[in-house]
T-cell receptor, first 115, second 112 residues
Framework: DAGVIQSPRHEVTEMGQEVTLRCKPISGHDYLFWYRQTMMRGLELLIYFNNNVPIDDSGMPEDRFSAKMPNASFSTLKIQPSEPRDSAVYFCASSLVPSRADTQYFGPGTRLTVL | DAKTTQPTSMDCAEGRAANLPCNHS???????VYWYRQIHSQGPQYIIHGLKNNETNEMASLIITEDRKSSTLILPHATLRDTAVYYC?????????????FGQGTRLTINP
């Protein structure tokens, strides 16, 4: 398996623009997670899905952020409008439950810069 | 999920064993200890986890004290590629809520 795939790997945009981050989880995994990492706040969980249904979005910072999972092989995280403080690395992860290790597998991340 | 305490940074010589401590004094009976690491510019990577028995896999060993209030991750023969931030996380496993709460971790530097 190719692992969790994220695109784009790097995104540079201007304040006020819409940004869409994409994630393809590992085939067969039924949980999908979106995390954000900054120097100040470290790694934070934004939202996670189980079988394409959002389970916990308490980590989503504002209404400007939205996430969807239209099918088992694709998810998006959208920021509209973007702001400079949204600059961060966004990670997508997936996992299979139940499994022995209950492990989350992370993608390579998308580095977002909002100017 | 229980709070964990880890040293901010550690150094280890290449080829030696790296021992990374973690305190989790408020851990509950059904919470597991997980270790992940994050190599620079990559996503976090699962290393190992355990409940109360010591565990070993191809990457590392996990030693959990009898009272389960602390644990140690051991990389038996550290290499330069083991330089990373190591996160100790305690959480209930195999449940519907699968949050991983990452602290600041330990920045491990392996020196040649």
């Amino acid at each position: 398996d190719a692992g969790v795939i994220q695109s784009p790997r790097h995104e540079v945009t201007e304040m006020g623009q819409e940004v869409t981050l994409r994630c393809k989880p590992i085939s067969g995994h039924d949980y999908l997670f979106w995390y954000r990492q900054t120097m100040m706040r470290g790694l934070e969980l934004l939202i996670y899905f189980n079988n394409n249904v959002p389970i916990d979005d308490s980590g989503m910072p504002e209404d400007r952020f939205s996430a969807k999972m239209p099918n088992a092989s694709f998810s998006t995280l959208k920021i509209q409008p973007s702001e400079p403080r949204d600059s961060a690395v966004y990670f997508c992860a997936s996992s299979l439950v139940p499994s022995r290790a209950d492990t989350q597998y992370f993608g390579p991340g998308t580095r977002l810069t909002v100017l | 999920d229980a709070k964990t305490t880890q040293p901010t940074s550690m150094d280890c010589a290449e080829g030696r064993a790296a021992n990374l401590p973690c305190n989790h004094s408020t851990i509950s009976g059904n919470e597991y200890v997980y270790w992940y690491r994050q190599i620079h510019s990559q996503g976090p990577q699962y290393i190992i986890h355990g409940l109360k028995n010591n565990e070993t896999n191809e990457m590392a060993s996990l030693i959990i004290t009898e009272d389960r209030k602390s644990s140690t991750l051991i990389l038996p023969h550290a290499t330069l590629r083991d330089t990373a931030v190591y996160y100790c996380i305690v959480r209930v496993a195999h449940q519907g809520a699968q949050k991983l709460v990452f602290g600041q971790g330990t920045r491990l530097t392996i020196n040649p």
